[in-house]
C-alpha cells in the first residue's frame, strides 16, 4: 500500500504541466487565505487534477496488469493510489499555507507594521476543511476511475455532483416536489455539508452529519473495490 503510495506520488508529481497548475492555483489560494478567508475552489480543482486517472493511467498503459501480479490484493493497489492523492493534496494545501504566510510577512513589511487579516490558525482551519471535502471527492473520483478512461473519471464526477445538487432547484422550479426530496437526499447523503469548524472545535463530532460523511466515504470506496475487482485487464486496451 505505501508503495502504491509513493508511485503516485512519483507519477503524478512528476509531471512538469501538473506541478505548474498546481503551484498557479497554490499562487490563486494564497491571495484570500492572506485575506482571512478559505481556499475558494482552488483545492476542489487541485483534488480533480491529482485524481484525474488516477487507476485507468495504469490500466491504459499496462502497468496495472504487472502490478496486480505481484502480491498485491486490488482492495491494497487502491487503498494507495487513494492515500497517494490523499497526501498529494495536503502538499497542494501546505504550499498554498506557505505562500500566503510569505505574501503575508512580505505585505505587512511594506505596509509599515499595519495589522493583516492573515491568521495562520484560521488558514489551517480552512486547510482542514478542505481536506475532508477533498477527501469525499477523491473517493467519488477513485470509484468512477475504476472503469471509465482517461479524464473520464473527473467529467462524470463533476457531472454527477451537479446532478443531485440541480435536482432540488429544478424539482421546486418544475412543482415536481418528488425530484425536489430525491435532489435533497440525494445531496445531504452523497455530498453532506458538514460545518466542520464546529466539528475542529468539538462540537457535534458526532453528529448526524458526520455520520453521513463517513457513510458516503465508505460507501464510495466500497462500491470503487466492488467494481475494481470485478473487473478483468488485457495490456494496452484500455
Known amino acids: 500500500m505505501i508503495e502504491m503510495s509513493r508511485r503516485f506520488l512519483r507519477q503524478k508529481l512528476g509531471s512538469p504541466a501538473t506541478i505548474f497548475v498546481l503551484c498557479v492555483l497554490a499562487l490563486m489560494a494564497s491571495l484570500p487565505l492572506n485575506a482571512g478567508q478559505g481556499f475558494g475552489s482552488t483545492d476542489t480543482l487541485a483534488a480533480l487534477i491529482l485524481a484525474a486517472g488516477c487507476v485507468s493511467r495504469d490500466a491504459s498503459s499496462g502497468a496495472l496488469q504487472m502490478i496486480l501480479s505481484r502480491p498485491l490484493s486490488r482492495a491494497g493497489y487502491l487503498a494507495g493510489r487513494y492515500l497517494g492523492i490523499l497526501a498529494a493534496l495536503l502538499l497542494f494545501l501546505a504550499g498554498a499555507i506557505g505562500l500566503a504566510a510569505a505574501l503575508h510577512a512580505v505585505m505587512e513589511r511594506f505596509s509599515g507594521g499595519l495589522p493583516q487579516d492573515f491568521s495562520l490558525k484560521a488558514a489551517g482551519l480552512a486547510a482542514g476543511h478542505a481536506f475532508l471535502g477533498g477527501a469525499l471527492l477523491v473517493a467519488a473520483d477513485l470509484c ?8 473520464g473519471d473527473v467529467l462524470a464526477v463533476v457531472l454527477f455532483f451537479l446532478l443531485f445538487n440541480s435536482m432540488q432547484g429544478l424539482g421546486t422550479a418544475l412543482r415536481l416536489p418528488i425530484l425536489a426530496k430525491a435532489g435533497e437526499l440525494a445531496r445531504a447523503n452523497l455530498a453532506p455539508s458538514i ?8 462540537q457535534d463530532v458526532l453528529g448526524e452529519a458526520t455520520g453521513r460523511y463517513v457513510l458516503a466515504l465508505t460507501g464510495y470506496a466500497t462500491l470503487a473495490v466492488l467494481i475494481f475487482s470485478r473487473r478483468e485487464f488485457s495490456y494496452g486496451q484500455e
Open 144 to 151: 468512477f476511475s475504476t472503469f471509465l478512461r482517461g479524464w
Open 195 to 202: 460545518a466542520w469548524e464546529d466539528v475542529f472545535a468539538g
